[in-house]
């Protein structure tokens, strides 16, 4: 059969065993539900639970771009099979030449050890799209060690996914106006390891100063985030920050946090397909006619969103 | 009757009344969903529809808060009533401090033209609620002339309130480290007015020259976001912000893009309360003993989450 014809088990068979240009496709069906995806995804699913999926966050230019990247090649000299998932930057102004580099790098052949996945973007916004988990599933079944997620960690969808990553990389950068203060509520406390890039700075000391200040006053914190200063362009630092997240890898592990946010990671998957399938079956259902009066109603300010919508789903025989 | 006991009618007609210190307490309620706020926002939407809605989103660090806060001063000087509504940055590292001045602000008495609202993060995690159109709408009901939604709109759930305000406006600032290259995909896209803040730094005048290249390369633009700088910590620029402001006002109003984006608004409320409404008539009535099975098997990897979310609501009968 030729490639262009493969059913779905033939596709996850060809990407378990190892095919990465087929890797590549599979993973474009899933984020595109594509008719048949549904069908590969449960074939790879039951393989899954053995990567490790480590979310690196932090502002947009702190270099997270540059340290995953060494970070994933010092984890290939390790010997470890690495994926990268990252959020496409591209837009209609900048255009993603920034991913040019690594537009290559995930064109390897299928010996290699690194696999690096740009994800679309939601339109023309950018962020984490529903698909992640999905991404991640297929990219764990098919044998990687390590999967890096790289993020803009600062919104609330994008926190919620990172966070039940089983270790958490908060990248900051010294002197950036963003002072630890003014770093998005939520952030700090979600971090397992503090990597300050661009240590060479002026104010690395400050920042860390102000680190460890915020993180003296945990309330029953039971891990000590580790902080490592890093210099990425320059490979600076990565071996410390492959070790700190081991180590906390090694805690996560000994007191079951790790199972927990597994456990977590799959149930915000489930919900988040359990409000789309039931999107789907509403919009399926819904009496059209309905649906317009409820609309005219709304635009012309009769009725406020929560009640109309509340109507709406009364009207539904639910059983 | 005391207050305490106010009836969800008679807690509308005090706050459309002017009762400022009630109006607090009906966007506690709205915020929280509680009992009688379904009627309390009945009684306000159709008061709605009047009230210029201003988004200002950009990095953390940038300075939003204090631009904001002059902005809403001057708009006051010229006659306006104005609302302030606010993502609180507090978490339990930063402590909310920075909100100190405008707590005491938000405390003014009824005849005052201002009024500041910080809305509770949700969870640890911040972020704006699902409740920030409805907080929105109350605010309008009761004839603020201007609400300035003040947001770190750099999360997809954020860029999707914020770019349905009518104006839309992305403070910067030079010499950050994000220059517009790094900004997250997006946000540039959604901007009416640009605001480079901090622009008696270094660094201004690259950072403009860059936006109106960036600008530039806009394909079918029809309005061109007025650049402005300001020090907003030295109230120098804030004139020159409001006209922008108003300049985009006068240029949606005309070309109908402030119906278009109001009908969005709408709708995207109205959306995520049907979403809201579909999954709470969906708990009610679960197999409790067939949503465990299926948990069990997500955990044991045995069903995908899409797979199972899918069987699930097709045990449903909809109609």
Redesign the interface.
Known sequence: VSEQKLKPDELAKEVLGGNRRLLARALTHIENESDGS?EL??A???K??NAYVVGFTG????GKSTLVDRVAMNLVRRGKKVAVLAV???????GGA?LGDRVRMSQASDESSIFIRSMA????????GPKT??MI?ALDAVGFDFILLET?G???????VV?TCDTVVLVL?PG???????????I??IADVFVINKADYDGADRLEKELLS?LG???NAVFDPPIVRTVAVENRGIDETVEAMEKHRAYASESGERETRR?SF??Q??N???????????D??VDEKLMLKL?KD??E??????????S??AT????
């Open positions: 549904a995804l449960n790879l699913y039951p899954t639970g502002s947009p230019g702190a496409d930057p591209s837009s209609p102004f900048t920034i973007s939601r339109g023309a916004l950018g962020g984490l988990a999905e599933f803009v600062v919104g609330q969808g994008e926190v919620e966070r950068v950036m106006g963003d002072s630890v203060q003014a770093l998005k509520a939520g700090l406390e915020m006053l945990r309330q456990e799959l149930r998957a489930f988040i397909e359990l409000d789309s399938a039931l999107r789907d079956a509403f399926k259902t609309e709304l635009l300010r009769k009725g406020d969103p929560r009640s109309l919508a509340r709406l789903v539904l025989k639910l059983k």
